[in-house]
């Protein structure tokens, strides 16, 4: 279960002026899942409306209905192997999306999964929260507890060209967690629970 507070004290740090994320990238695709486009840049250098816009996108994810629309998976060790997504993911994780050949292979591979018959576009968000102790009378301390890395995705129709429209599915990965990274879980966002994207969930879950 996800604790809506955790998620909460994610997008505390999500403004435009003191912003957990630190860079962005993204793809948008055709309706059939072939690439049209990607780019890659730090957030920071972004204009203060584009930084709005964008972080809106993100905070989408964490906004969600906590355990109806963002629901928390535990991702199985058979979905962790070698050349997996996951390992994929720790990998774009770990190089701090700087490295623009594994987010081209994760697109290319993204595209194979979904072909929803419309243009949409992928972002990604790649961020570092120092994470705050808090005492035994749950005031915030100086000092931090441990820096929770994290990705965020969204997957959005294309309202426009290159322009994406409310996220419909995405996700927040490692989990937010007991204050903390969870890598064996992934936190799943669906903006209409009762119309799942079954053909995404099953490939980032299946064993």
Known sequence: MINREDMLELTRRMTPARSSIGRIAGSYFDEEGYVDGTFNTNFLKLSTPERTKNLNLAKTVLFATTNEQ??????PDSARKPGG???????????????????DLFYEVFGEHFQPGYPYAVFLFHGRYDV?????????????????????????????????????????????????????????FEKNPARVHRELGAWMLQG
């Open 132 to 188: 705050p102790m808090k005492g035994t009378d749950k005031e915030w301390q100086e000092g931090s507890e441990e820096i929770y890395e994290y990705l965020i995705l969204t997957v959005s129709p294309l309202t426009g060209e290159y322009e994406p429209g409310e996220p419909e599915f995405g996700f927040l990965y490692p989990a937010f967690k007991e204050r903390g990274a969870a890598m064996n879980f992934v936190n799943i």
């Open 85 to 103: 997504l996951w390992q994929l993911m720790n990998a774009i994780k770990r190089d701090g999306m700087k490295n623009d050949a594994s987010l």
């Open 70 to 75: 963002l629901r928390e998976y535990r991702i």
